[in-house]
T-cell receptor, first 113, second 114 residues
């Protein structure tokens, strides 16, 4: 039982490049989330999903897209990376609506030059 | 809207000192309150939580009491250890139809020295 895993751990992009961050959970959780963490700002929600095939916008969705084609995976895409997207990205999952605890992955550090 | 305010860090303490990290919140409805901890290089882990007024959450010697009258959820520990050095996040969650999103404070870094 690996919990929540994220791929890759670290990536450097040039402005305008695209990439996809992968989040996987093996706990059969319904809900999944993508956050970004920036100094002095805590964690901010980018997008989330309440079940396979569903996604919704969070607090800071601009410049990102997501997909939840399989229950265990939640992908975060950057179509055209910008320096403002330099951040640490965390994925989290939650069992269902009755359980509030979110379980976090180890994070992906992204640097956009 | 919902928001969480935490005391700014870093907080530097000697081992065995008493710890308080202040957290206050504003929320519509009746939130659940959480403390998450982030050790260096790792993701966030749930430390403790409280789901209604006057509840006390506790774990690993840490405690926090849900105070509705002062809208606070201060984190305390009687005797900190070097291994407690981490960033601590206060957060709230309000039941909605949209996934019960967490709202985080900005985090407080704790450094414990020998």
């Amino acid at each position: 039982n690996a919990g929540v895993t994220q791929t890759p751990k670290f990536r450097v992009l040039k402005t305008g490049q695209s990439m996809t961050l992968l989040c996987a959970q093996d706990m059969n959780h319904e809900y999944m989330y993508w956050y970004r963490q920036d100094p002095g700002m805590g964690l901010r929600l980018i997008h989330y999903s309440v079940g396979e095939g569903t996604t919704a916008k969070g607090e800071v969705p601009d410049g990102y897209n997501v997909s939840r084609l399989k229950k265990q995976n939640f992908l975060l895409g950057l179509e055209s990376a910008a320096p403002s997207q330099t951040s640490v990205y965390f994925c989290a999952s939650r069992r269902d609506s009755k359980q509030e605890t979110q379980y976090f992955g180890p994070g992906t550090r992204l640097l956009v030059l | 809207g919902n928001s969480v305010t935490q005391m700014e860090g870093p907080v530097t303490l000697s081992e065995e000192a008493f710890l308080t990290i202040n957290c206050t919140y504003t929320a519509t409805g009746y939130p659940s309150l959480f403390w998450y901890v982030q050790y260096p290089g790792e993701g966030l882990q749930l430390l403790l939580k409280a789901t209604k007024a006057d509840d006390k959450g506790s774990n690993k010697g840490f405690e926090a009491t849900y105070r509705k009258e002062t809208t606070s959820f201060h984190l305390e520990k009687g005797s900190v250890q070097v291994s407690d050095s981490a960033v601590y996040f206060c957060a709230l969650s309000v039941t909605t139809g949209g996934g019960n999103k967490l709202t985080f404070g900005t985090g407080t870094q704790l450094k414990v020295e020998l």
